[in-house]
């Protein structure tokens, strides 16, 4: 039934695959980490309360999650050349990812920190806490299991993404059942693509399940 399927172009694709998705989910973590943070901690009765810096992160995030991530990927064109010294390859999406995954993953943090009762908090800066022991000690321990629920959720949509990068040229399952399996009307190469993405996305939110439960106290 699958006899077009050639083993270690497919095996090729998944690590690529795989690959970005590691990579990116790294930067995502933590450029969403500090950009979540900065908008929780500049809000308003916020410990660093400013409201210029939190209108201009927020704008940014938000700019960024409304543009849709082919578009982005084309966008990012320049930028990224200058950086990997190429528009091709699973290194070459890398930056698109990243930059199109944080800012969704930064209002996950956001929401995350926002649910931290505040009574612990206050706690903390009145025994003489410093900011960074605030974040580090209370914030973010307590918000941990919505941290990691949040990214695992992150996560699967980068799969998603890297499918689509896998369009123009990024490698990856994505890549293959476009080139090898839809230009060629080989939709088998498809159905083994799509299943193997499936595949992935189901272990990793078995995963981020499971840590989540580990963690969570509550």
């Known amino acids: 039934m ?7 172009e497919l095996i090729t694709a998944t690590n690529e695959t795989l690959y970005m998705t ?9 450029l969403g980490i500090l ?15 400013n ?3 939190h209108i201009i992160t927020a704008a940014i995030v938000n700019i960024f999650r ?3 991530f082919i578009i982005l990927i084309l966008l990012l064109f320049p930028f990224t ?7 091709r390859g699973p290194s070459a999406a890398l930056p698109a990812l990243i930059i199109g995954t944080a800012p969704f993953y930064a209002r996950l943090v956001e929401i995350a920190f926002r649910e931290v009762d505040k009574g612990v908090i206050e706690a903390a ?3 003489g806490a410093k900011t960074r022991t605030i974040i580090f000690k209370v914030i973010i321990p307590e918000s941990l299991p919505a941290l990691v629920s949040g990214l695992t959720v992150t996560a699967i949509a980068l799969i998603g993404y890297t499918a689509m990068a896998g369009v ?3 490698g990856g399952l994505g890549d293959y059942a476009y080139f090898y399996g839809f230009q060629r009307r080989d939709f088998d190469v498809v159905f083994v693509c799509t299943v193997l993405i499936l595949i992935i996305v189901f272990i990793i939110q078995f995963i981020g399940d499971l840590i989540t439960n580990k963690i969570d106290k509550r």
């Open 2 to 8: 699958f006899g077009n399927l050639k083993t270690d």
């Open 22 to 30: 590691g990579i990116a989910l790294i930067g995502t973590l933590i």
């Open 35 to 49: 950009l979540g943070l900065l908008l929780f901690l500049t809000s308003k009765d916020g410990i660093w309360e």
């Open 51 to 53: 409201k210029f810096i």
């Open 66 to 68: 409304a543009i849709p």
């Open 81 to 87: 050349n200058f950086l990997i010294g190429t528009i």
């Open 125 to 127: 800066k009145s025994i």
């Open 168 to 170: 123009i040229g990024a």
